[in-house]
């Protein structure tokens, strides 16, 4: 079983909840557990673990700005709080990436893809569009299988443009803290959206539902 990808939200980096999710993780993809890269701003830290497939996002608290560049042991650990984590299913490339690829995109291709094959996110009861307490989620999950259990997204965007240039389409679940990116042909282009419910998830995020 593993570990409650939710309940990690609002830690800290050195929390013993997302210690022991780390290990557990590693263990299950047979990867070392090693410190993660850190990309620092002023009011968000990145830690990336790229050979376990996810992403953390912290937030400063209490006035805390970092500055750019900062190393893991420079951070005040302690005025930082978990506000979202990305987790990654990344084909491998066909091609070497060429020019028009996209830096951000080059960068989701350093992932590794997520080893856990089937995971559940639990779902708010208020906001379902089915009796589900909770969506399984395995790396084919596609966008007709996130509709059929979450209902029409709040937002959703991307797909525009030549399918050489456009961002994949997107959708989010506000009321369930759950956003999906959507990889392949069918999630890029002018017909992306009638294409996107075959669509794979490229990349999912976790955050705190939101109430309005």
């Not at 850190?38 to 050979?51: Q, R």
Request: glycine share 8%; hydrophobic share 35%; with cysteine.
């Amino acid at each position: 079983m593993a570990p409650d990808i939710q309940t990690l939200l609002g830690a800290n980096p050195s929390a013993d909840s997302i210690t022991v999710f780390l290990k557990d993780l590693a263990q299950h993809s047979n990867a070392s557990l090693t410190a993660p890269e850190v990309k620092s701003y002023s009011d968000a830290i990145y830690f990336n673990y790229y050979p376990l497939g996810i992403s953390f996002l912290f937030i400063p608290q209490k006035g805390y700005k970092p500055t750019a560049g900062l190393k893991l042991e420079d951070l005040q650990v302690d005025l930082l709080v978990l506000d979202s984590i990305n987790i990654y299913n990344t084909p491998k490339p066909k091609v070497t990436p060429t020019k028009t690829t996209t830096s951000s995109r080059t960068a989701e291709l350093a992932f590794s893809t997520y080893s856990v094959s089937k995971w559940n996110l639990s779902l708010s009861s208020e906001a379902s569009a089915s009796n589900e307490s909770s969506i399984e989620i395995s790396l084919t999950t596609n966008g007709k299988d996130f509709v059929s259990c979450l209902g029409e997204p709040d937002r959703k965007g991307g797909g525009t443009g030549p399918s050489s240039g456009s961002i994949g389409i997107w959708c989010e679940w506000s009321k369930h803290g759950i956003m999906v990116e959507f990889g392949g042909d069918e999630a890029r282009g002018p017909q992306a959206w009638e294409r996107g419910k075959d669509a794979m998830w490229r990349v999912i995020t976790v955050f705190a539902p939101k109430q309005e």
